[in-house]
């Protein structure tokens, strides 16, 4: 089992940044890839960013590239989310997931889940 733990979340204004975290315990950190989701209000959870386990590699959605950078720190068993030019659309739950697999996208393909934390963009 990997227990996740998001935190960073919060009101921010557009243009703005934040930076989530997600702590990870349990097995080995190092062994999963890493991936960050979103829920807005009303619509699927979407893929945001995915990091291999080393964090050699990393991918994006379309919707936050060059604006959202995922990064990891294996020694703190942390993954982060680095968010800038913030928008209202950017408004949702976002979560921490693990794969034994770096690339997925589908959020089936992700076998643990943090419980989430808010990011609220006001225009």
């Known amino acids: 089992q990997v227990q996740l733990v998001e935190s960073g979340g919060g009101l921010v204004q557009a243009g703005g940044s934040l930076r989530l975290s997600c702590a990870a315990s349990?097995?080995?950190?190092?062994?999963?890839?890493m991936g960050w989701f979103r829920q807005a209000p009303g619509k699927d959870r979407e893929f945001v960013a995915g990091i291999s386990w080393g964090g050699g590699s990393t991918n994006y959605a379309d919707s936050v590239k060059g604006r959202f950078t995922i990064s990891r720190d294996n020694a703190k068993n942390t993954v982060y989310l680095q968010m800038n030019s913030l928008k209202p659309d950017d408004t949702a739950v976002y979560f921490c997931a693990a794969a034994n697999s770096y690339g997925y996208t589908k959020l089936r393909l992700y076998d643990y889940w943090g419980q989430g934390t808010q990011v609220s963009v006001s225009s």
């Open positions: 349990g097995r080995t950190f190092s062994n999963y890839a």
